[in-house]
């Protein structure tokens, strides 16, 4: 094992006299110390500060015993933020890799756009379904993960003639796509669109290369009529 910390003196010893091991001296992050062996990859055979005697009959003989580690556990706890519905806490194990779950929160008026360790936090730190491990080293430990609530934009567009065509978009301060794209039907027109049910004026809109009519949910201005 290569990523521990700390140095150990050798310990003399004394042919059938006991003597209590040396306390281990070495850490490993995310690890627990559980005891001695006489094998590189072996079980424990001593604990820490045994008393111990004749472990070699040798003269002048050498024994060399090898820190066993064990990893810690911890627990992700998922807090709804604000919102509702419930997860259920993970089981983890330090080096070991598990994926978050997606969101199970809802909350009206929003998008839930990943997970932070921080309440406040407008930039997801996770994704849905992102592998993770080792998000504490301390054994027992509890991590908090927050669903990122951004206010939602919800777009409707009507059209005159076939039906009713509806579009729905984030609206991210992240630097993500926050437009929508509407298409509307062979020989049908747009007749409204409507921002969080707040009717929108048409300059708002831009014609796209393909020639279809593009809102921007930021509200940047356009200049193109319908």
């Known amino acids: 094992c290569e990523d521990f910390e700390g ?14 091991l040396d306390a281990n001296g070495y850490s490993r992050e995310g690890y627990l110390f559980a005891g001695w062996a006489l094998e590189a990859d072996g079980d424990v055979v001593f604990a ?8 070699t009959s040798d003269v ?15 627990t992700i706890e998922f807090n709804n933020n604000g919102g509702t519905g ?16 997606e969101t199970g929160f809802q909350r009206d008026g ?5 997970w932070s360790t921080k309440a406040d936090s407008n930039l997801p730190e996770f994704s849905f379904g992102q592998p993770v491990k080792n998000l504490s080293s301390k054994d027992g430990d ?23 065509a509806y579009a729905e978009a984030n609206y991210l301060k992240s630097g993500l796509d926050t437009y929508v794209i509407m298409v ?3 020989g049908n027109r747009i007749a409204s669109v409507t921002h969080n049910g707040v009717e929108v004026d048409r300059s708002k809109f831009t014609v796209d ?4 009519f593009r809102y921007d949910i930021l509200n940047v201005q356009g200049n193109n009529e319908i």
Do not use: H, R
């Open 7 to 20: 140095k150990m003196a050798d310990q003399a010893m004394k042919f059938d006299v006991e003597a209590a």
């Open 48 to 55: 820490d500060m045994e008393v111990v005697k004749n472990l």
């Open 60 to 74: 002048d003989g050498e024994v060399t015993l090898y820190a066993v580690w064990t990893p810690i556990t911890y």
């Open 86 to 101: 419930k997860i259920e806490p993970m089981a983890m194990t330090y080096d070991v890799t598990k994926n978050l779950p």
């Open 110 to 114: 929003y998008f839930c756009v990943g």
């Open 142 to 164: 509890t991590v908090t993960l927050y669903p990122v609530w951004i206010q939602g934009a919800y777009v409707t567009v009507k059209t005159e003639g076939d039906g009713i």
């Open 184 to 186: 509307p039907s062979v």
């Open 209 to 212: 290369g393909d020639g279809n």
